[in-house]
């Protein structure tokens, strides 16, 4: 038996999620508002909560980031639970550390497979803080899990690829995973791979000294150095030539770029996203794509 805090300023709901926690087996904990709610969980541990998003007071998202700040202790895992989801709630919910965001009514097979998953589960990952975004327009089962995708990566530091046909919005999603993460207030800078010249990328990305070629006549910084503590979103990464990925790869593990002609190596710090609409793992097939660049 488990038990369940459920906050909720809406007591039907309360009355009707703790009645099905019964009917479970477990011992649910009612608590009509985030402070109520927050105050319950000092008292005493809870195996999970059921939190609401939209309460009078103090909202679902502030008693999610009070339950998430380091303590010393896991924290406890939290479901978000919402009458009407957008991608602003979930991303943030996600990116925060919730396991789950749910939109109601929620069925009770949903809540017995989901409190199995939770109690089967190692403790739950801290999240950092986000900023408000509401752009990904959607409210689709596959749209929430693209929400939920978003919110988790953003979290992090890894590098992200992103697929989908053209015009699927790949580069909306690498701006909101930008805007979410923690190098929201640095540049978020987008290149083509597919649109420049393959004999001008390495200067685009790298940059160049003054003489390094004809018609260098002045140090350029290059993408790489452009978005320096933000993200470089590398788009259609696909359609790069190998001698390109192989000096992608390089930076990607020693984290420096050498502008053309220079001498030294400058080190960068930034996330790398990339796109693509190709099937990369048959290009790799193909020996088209390095298979240690797509790893």
């Known amino acids: 038996m488990a038990r369940i805090l459920i906050i909720d300023d809406d007591p039907a ?33 809870a195996d999970a909560v059921f939190l609401d998003y939209k309460m009078a007071g103090i909202d679902g998202i502030e008693v999610l980031r009070e339950i998430a700040k380091p303590s010393g202790s896991s924290p406890v895992p939290v479901v978000m639970l919402t009458a009407f989801a957008g991608s602003a709630s979930t991303i943030e919910a996600m990116k925060l550390g919730a396991y789950e965001h749910l939109t109601k009514p929620v069925a009770r097979r949903e809540i017995e497979d989901l409190l199995a998953r939770i109690l089967a589960r190692p403790a739950a990952v801290k999240r950092n803080d986000m900023g408000d975004v509401d752009r990904l ?56 791979c597919a649109a420049i010249p393959r004999e001008l990328l390495e200067s685009e990305l790298f940059g160049h000294v003054k003489g390094a070629f004809t018609g260098a006549i002045a140090d350029r910084k290059g993408s790489f150095r452009q978005a320096d503590g ?19 790869l390089r930076v990607l593990e020693e984290r420096v770029v050498t502008p053309v002609g220079a001498a030294r190596a400058e080190p960068v710090d930034l996330r790398i996203v990339a796109a693509t609409h190709r099937d990369l793992s048959k290009l790799v097939e193909e020996r088209k794509f390095r298979q240690d660049l797509y790893f």
């Open 230 to 248: 933000g993200t470089l979103l590398l788009d259609e990464i696909g359609d790069m030539s190998l001698e390109m990925q192989a000096k992608l």
């Open 137 to 192: 327009i959607g409210n689709s089962p596959q749209m929430r899990e693209v929400q939920k995708l978003i919110g988790r990566a953003a979290a992090g530091s890894s590098s992200v690829l992103i697929t989908g046909e053209t015009g699927t919005g790949k580069e909306l999603v690498a701006r909101l995973l930008h805007d979410s993460s923690s190098r929201a207030a640095k540049p978020f800078v987008a290149v083509n």
């Open 13 to 45: 709901f309360r009355a009707a999620f703790a009645e099905t926690l019964t009917v479970l087996g477990h011992e649910p904990i009612e608590a009509a508002s985030g402070m109520a709610g927050l105050d319950a969980l000092r008292r005493q541990s």
